[in-house]
């Protein structure tokens, strides 16, 4: 079991230039932390599109995530490349990702991730989508490094579906719902192996608080499609005494 963290975004501060959008749909919504806040793409060929990520000087990027989308089946191009120059050619590196289903059985609301094998240190990267069913919205897009913390053991682990719909009863006695989406609340507890890595666990923690969203995967080596998900933490691990390097913490599904 596999929990990784993707926190700090090169793409925010990255260059984003477009193959088309939309009017009122720039690129530049992806760096927006709401997922619904989107990129709609207006293609000569529909459903064919491509974001060039310009960092200015080479970035290593490891990880990869994507949420916001509303592609109802796999395009058939789905791929970040990599490459020192803004010429896609023949680029240095292509990373191919994994379509998943904006609704899962398990819940999700569509989130894409990928730990690459290898730092891929680049000035440009390139999200190239083809093929896919007319054009379409992303609403935020990962490239950069994850954070994996080494762990002793886990001992708990919760997963509640919260459904926050308006329920009304009328005079004559009829139930009357405004539906509002659902969402998931994760909970995790355990120990975190040593003293250095909680140190970089707290690094991140003091970066992100309660008020950032990130891209967190609680199960990346066996569920990395209903495990992986897009939210804030809503509970910060509390220090006991005698001084245990615990995770645990609380995170709430983005909606």
């Known amino acids: ?23 009122g749909f720039p690129a530049n919504n992806l760096k927006n932390p709401h997922r619904t806040k989107t990129w709609k793409t207006a293609g000569a060929t529909a459903g064919t599109a491509q974001l060039v990520i310009d960092h200015g000087t080479a970035k290593a990027v490891n990880a990869i995530a994507l949420t916001g989308y509303d592609w109802a089946a796999a395009p058939g191009t789905l791929q970040v490349e990599f490459n020192a120059t803004d010429s896609w050619g023949s680029p240095s590196v292509t990373e191919t990702l994994t379509w998943v289903s904006g609704t899962t059985p ?3 609301k569509g989130t894409i991730i990928k730990k690459l094998a290898a730092d891929r240190t680049y000035r440009y990267n390139r999200l190239s989508v083809v093929n896919a069913p007319g054009d379409w919205n992303l ?4 490239v950069g490094q994850y954070f994996e913390p080494a762990r002793t053991y886990g001992w708990g682990y919760q997963e509640s579906v919260i459904d926050p719909s308006l329920i009304a009863q009328t005079i004559g006695g ?25 140190v970089l666990y707290q690094a991140m ?4 608080g309660l008020h950032k969203e990130i891209f967190a995967a609680l199960d990346y080596t066996n569920d990395p499609i209903e495990r992986t998900i897009y939210g804030k933490f809503s509970k910060l691990p509390a220090v006991t005494r005698p001084f245990n390097f615990n995770y645990d913490f609380e995170f709430t599904e983005a909606r």
């Open 174 to 198: 009829q139930d009357h719902a405004d539906e509002i989406e659902k969402y998931r609340i994760f909970s995790c507890s355990g120990v975190i192996a040593t003293q250095a890595q909680w």
């Open 139 to 142: 609403g935020r897009l990962f």
């Open 106 to 108: 398990g819940g999700n």
């Open 205 to 208: 923690l003091n970066s992100v």
């Open 1 to 23: 079991m596999s929990l990784l963290f993707l926190y700090n975004n090169l793409l925010d501060s990255a260059t984003l230039t477009a193959s088309s959008a939309a009017t």
